[in-house]
């Protein structure tokens, strides 16, 4: 069995609709999907009530997800709902919070654009998430964030090239980059919980920390009630692979596996291209009835 536990669509980064997401998995042979759009569930939700019976009769099962932005220590952390009850209240009110998080943060973006001259950065950057989710998303959906600032940036001849656009503008440090309100790390696991779901930290080894802070980071993660973390996801390396699964066996984590696709061009990050789990982790879908 193939999983791949991490995957983004058009209703948050990622390039692909929700449904052709579903095509290239199977493509791909993946036998279950995880879609986790960042602190979103719009994309799941158009898929089970545009193609729901579709979907029960395929061989592909497709779990529902969510990745929730959040802070500890002062450094931001994704963490994913995986196998989530959609409507569950809390589920609903953390997306209300996110959604005005991004929102916030969106608008000081486009006040800041708007005095260096950009034409009507807001609504600039709102068509162009209209065009890239094919209208099948509602307004109150879509998720603003610097990519679309700066594709608006170079069709309103602003700039040339998004490149530019993040290297004068918007990338790490200038006026552009505006950082969001979120949520804490007990919060979102929290949240995840009353869901149903399980709490998986999502790739740990990309927030660099030292080995220390990373192993107080799973104590933590592991006290505030999460369940699991992300232990093979694409392009870890075969030493990698080992230290992440000896940390989710020392804590007592279960494993989980994705891609973190977010489009066909970064071939690496393709879906289903996760190297399988060591046989010693308790799979995150080991509790699961698919």
Known sequence: MLYDLHTHTTAS??????????????????????ITDHDSVAGINWLNHSCGSELQSQPLVVIPGIEFSCVWRGITL???????????PGLQQALVFQHQARE?????????????????PLEGAL?????????????QELQLGRPHFAEHMVRSGFVE?????????????KMGDVKSQWPDLQQVITWISEADGQAVLAHPARYKLTNTKLRSLLQQFKAYGGHGMEVATAGTTPDR????AKLSCDYELLASCGSDFHGPATRWADVGKVPPLPKQCRPVWSAWSL
């Open 13 to 34: 980064d990622g390039l692909l609709s929700p449904l052709a997401l579903i095509d290239r998995a199977k493509a791909q042979q993946v036998d279950v999907l995880a």
């Open 78 to 88: 994704h963490v994913l709902g995986l196998n989530i009850h959609l409507q569950a």
């Open 104 to 120: 916030a943060r969106a608008i000081k973006i486009a006040e800041r654009l708007a005095k260096i001259g950009v034409h009507d």
């Open 127 to 139: 068509e162009v998430v209209r065009k890239q989710t094919e209208g099948i998303f509602a307004d």
């Open 161 to 173: 090239t998004r490149d530019q656009a993040f290297k004068r503008w918007l990338g790490a440090g």
């Open 241 to 244: 692979l080992a230290y992440l």
